[in-house]
């Protein structure tokens, strides 16, 4: 057996991409944060290897999978031996000394492996119980997704470990419980596990499962077909055994006179953060960012500044990353050591104060490019299928512009495409339900900027 070493913590660096220079009375500053963690020594190793890790090498890990298992699972009954042989495959990508748990969900959570409230750790024996145990899924039931998370919260906060981790998937809408009570059970988990949602077949609403994965700091997908999940499973437990690093906050401190306007995630993909900000000290906040392995993101910060005169030049920000001790019942916040800063520097120079930054252009386009494609199907649904054509041509012309071909090969799924460079398409007449709701669960998924 190859000798591992045991896992170094990924080094973050920040990187701020901006043009600083402002006209005299100009306020608003733009920038694009790139996060990079490197040198972890896991991904890897976990990715090629999973079971070559002995308890305590590389970081602790609980996971749990919330497998549906209502009625509409047996409509083809291969779905649900599908799901069976997906959540079966996640179970193999564990890696020795995780613990984890598989979930049952109906109108209600049951517990399918270990069961009494607890957590299995991943070795040869506990794999194979958790296979047997998965044979004796059947489907039959409602849906109330909030029960399942809430129980995954339970045995995953069981666990002392660095990391913890959710895998859902449904195929149905959440019927058997009110929109609020599944938003409160988001409420209740975020900021304790982060999850990955995934829709299979075309039944599911794509507005609950992106809406569960955003919530939660993790990933949404379409598997139209069933026969395709043990492959996704197989990806997504990868990357989960990946991590290193779990409640990573991007935060912000600006001086007085300045104000945050947004913050978002651009890359890999758009993600609202404004709103979730946490109060760190005076004039800083944090924004969560979730688990980290080795990868880098993209992040638009702006900031409104105090009107400056020529010559003028202030720090408008300085980001810096932090794991809140708050995030576990703590205080204060660990540093991880990476900062960056954002300028602004008031400049009677034209040319200077109006050129646009390469990095924050592309990212504004392609957050318009998610926005465009929503506000597109959204308008198709209900019947306006001019504003449709409208929202729906200027997609494809911001796919086209940014280089964004994956979206570009999506959005011809729906729209014939006349010209991409001016945006000029025409609805198609059908469109199988599959290709709509791929669209819509990846509106999200933007390309970077070639630097």
């Known amino acids: 057996m190859a000798n591992i070493s045991k896992a170094n913590v990924p080094q973050f660096s920040v990187d701020v991409y901006q043009n600083e220079y402002l006209p005299e009375g100009g306020r608003e500053v733009n920038a694009i944060v790139t996060v990079t963690a490197a040198g972890g020594g896991t991904i890897g190793a976990a990715v090629a290897a999973p079971h070559l890790y002995a308890p305590g090498q590389g970081p602790s890990a ?30 193999d990508t564990l890696r020795d000394g995780v613990h984890f748990a598989v979930i049952g969900g ?3 959570a049951k517990e399918v492996y270990p069961g009494g409230g607890r957590l299995a750790v991943a070795d040869a024996t506990t794999r194979a119980q ?6 004796k899924l059947s ?22 470990v660095t990391i913890r981790h959710g895998i859902l998937l449904t195929d149905g809408r959440n019927e058997h419980e009110s929109a609020e009570d599944l938003k409160a059970a988001l409420d209740a988990c975020a900021g304790r596990f982060t999850c990955d949602a995934r829709g299979v077949g075309t039944d599911w609403e794509v507005k609950e499962v992106t809406g569960i994965a955003s919530a939660l700091l993790g990933s949404a997908d379409i598997v139209a ?15 989960a055994m990946g991590k290193e690093v779990a409640d990573v906050a991007l935060r912000l401190w600006t001086p007085v006179g300045t104000t945050i306007k947004f913050v978002k995630q651009v890359a890999p993909t758009v993600e609202e953060l404004t709103d979730r900000r946490t109060e760190a000290g005076p004039r800083a906040g944090d924004y969560p960012t ?3 392995g080795d990868e880098s993101r993209d992040y638009h910060v702006c900031v409104e500044v105090p009107a400056a005169h020529i010559g003028q030049e202030m720090l408008a920000a300085r980001v810096s990353l932090v794991v809140p001790e708050g995030a576990r019942g703590g205080g204060g916040a660990r540093n991880l050591g990476a900062q960056g800063l954002v300028r602004a520097v008031w400049t009677d120079d034209m040319a200077a104060s109006t050129s646009i930054n390469p990095q924050v252009a592309h990212y504004t386009g392609q957050a318009e490019l998610a926005q465009a494609i929503q506000q597109g199907l959204d308008l198709r649904k209900a019947g306006d299928f001019d504003g449709a054509t409208a929202k729906l041509g200027r997609a494809v ?8 071909a994956d979206t570009a090969k999506l959005l011809a799924k729906v729209v014939d495409v006349v010209d991409a460079a001016t945006g000029t398409v025409r609805l198609k007449t059908k469109v199988e339900d599959a290709d709509e709701m791929t669209l819509e669960t990846r509106s999200t998924k933007t390309v970077r900027v070639k630097k």
């Open 62 to 91: 609980a996971v749990a999978i919330m497998v549906d298992c209502s009625g509409s699972m047996d409509y083809p009954p291969t779905k649900m031996r599908n799901a069976r042989d997906a959540t079966a495959a996640a179970v």
């Open 397 to 404: 012309q911001l796919a086209s512009a940014s280089g964004n």
């Open 130 to 135: 958790a296979k047997q145990a998965l044979r």
């Open 139 to 160: 489907a039959g039931g409602g849906t109330a997704i909030g029960t399942w998370l809430r129980l995954a919260d339970r045995l995953l906060s069981s666990a002392d």
């Open 225 to 239: 077909d069933p026969a395709a999940l043990a492959a996704d499973f197989t990806r997504m437990m990868e990357k």
């Open 290 to 292: 979730g688990s980290w």
């Open 106 to 108: 109906t109108h209600v």
